[in-house]
Every structure is written in structure tokens, then in C-alpha cells.
């Protein structure tokens, strides 16, 4: 379900309008791997950009979010970004749940779609669980 209507990318736009409650959409970084035949929104066109903070930002601006997923592994090796995806998730009412990277890739292979950013940050991957606006 749409929050807004500020995405200029016609594929990432798309995808936002077609989700719907409980459907997942996978924030990637640049390395995470993407299940064949799974819907992929690539915007990355060099290292690091765009960067992932950028992507969710513009997705959590569409999207009403209920639930976020992301590895365990992310509070020891990238804490910094960890910070960052709280600062955004909270104030939503968003709880972070947190699952081994194993898990976290499997987890995904039923994702609605990934967007796909040019992060080189460890770990700078999440799922969101849309909701419902009412």
C-alpha cells in the first residue's frame, strides 16, 4: 500500500503501488544474493551509490511498514548502520527483528521483490513487512 507518490523510478514505483499487507521488500546491499527468478528493482550504478540509506529512505516514504527483518550479524560488524536503520524504524513503531544471515536469506526467497542498492556495508540488507494504511 502506497504512502506517497515521490518515486521517480518507474519499476520501484510499481512495486511499491502492487504491494499489499504482509507482503515483504528486500533493502539490499550490493552483495546480497538475489533468489533466481525473484523480482529485482537494481538501482546501484557504482560502489557505494546509491547508498542503502538513500534507497530505504524513498521506500519508507511509500510504504506503510508493520515489520523488519534484518541479520543478527549487522549489531557486531556494521553497528554504525544498525544505528541508522533505528533511527528510522522507531519512530514508525517498527520493531527490528533480528535472525541469523543464514536465515535472513532464506527469509527472503518469498519477498514480494528486491531493490537493490550499491552499498558496500556488511550486513546493510533488511526485509519490510508492508501494512496497512487503516
Known amino acids: 500500500m502506497r504512502r506517497t507518490a ?3 523510478n518507474p519499476q520501484l514505483s510499481r512495486v511499491i503501488s502492487e ?3 504482509t507482503d515483504g521488500i528486500v533493502v539490499t546491499d550490493a552483495g546480497l544474493p538475489i533468489p ?3 523480482e529485482r528493482i537494481d538501482l546501484a550504478y557504482r560502489p557505494g551509490a546509491p547508498a542503502f540509506l538513500d534507497v530505504l529512505d524513498t521506500v519508507l516514504a ?3 511498514i508493520e515489520g523488519a527483518t534484518v541479520s ?3 549489531a557486531e560488524r556494521s553497528p554504525g548502520m544498525l544505528a541508522a536503520l533505528r533511527e528510522r524504524l522507531e519512530p514508525l513503531g517498527v520493531e527490528i527483528v533480528f535472525v541469523p544471515h543464514i536465515e535472513f536469506k532464506e527469509l527472503t526467497r518469498s519477498a514480494r ?3 537493490r542498492s550499491g552499498e558496500f556495508t556488511p550486513y546493510a540488507n ?3 513487512t ?3 494504511a487503516y
Open 6 to 8: 515521490t518515486t521517480i
Open 130 to 132: 508492508a501494512g496497512v
Open 126 to 128: 533488511v526485509i519490510l
Open 36 to 38: 533466481p527468478g525473484s
Open 62 to 64: 511509500e510504504m506503510v
Open 19 to 21: 504491494t499489499g499487507h
Open 72 to 74: 543478527r550479524e549487522i
Open 113 to 115: 521483490a528486491f531493490v
